[in-house]
């Protein structure tokens, strides 16, 4: 049973820092490349950033510069660092990987950046 967990979400202010993670299990971790997503109220979910098997990454031109994206095998952990926080960046984000032809989604955390 793929199980995809995030967390480290919460208040900050514009200019604020935080890291989120999402733990899983039930994949083949460091085969899988991993995405983060993020969705803000009454918009559709949009991509951030993805980290591929070898470590290279893609980022969403909206957050390049600010978010890095990082995975740790070991621990089976996805990381989402994110600085220089503006009140745009307010938004549930969401893990994500495709694993087996199916696309397995977290519960998301939710970020909110205070202006």
């Known amino acids: 049973q793929v199980q995809l967990v995030e967390s480290g979400g919460g208040l900050v202010q514009a200019g604020g820092s935080l890291r989120l993670s999402c733990t899983a299990s039930g994949i083949a971790f460091r085969l899988s490349a991993l995405r983060w997503y993020r969705q803000a109220p009454g918009e559709q979910r949009e991509w951030v950033a993805t980290i591929f098997t070898g470590g290279g990454t893609n980022y969403a031109d909206s957050i390049k510069g600010r978010f890095t994206i990082s995975r740790v095998n070991a621990n089976n952990t996805l990381y989402l660092g994110m600085n220089n926080l503006k009140p745009e960046d307010t938004a549930v984000y969401y893990c994500?990987?495709?694993?087996?032809?199916?696309?397995?989604w977290g519960q998301g955390t939710q970020v909110t950046v205070s202006s």
């Open positions: 994500n990987v495709v694993y087996m032809t199916t696309s397995y």
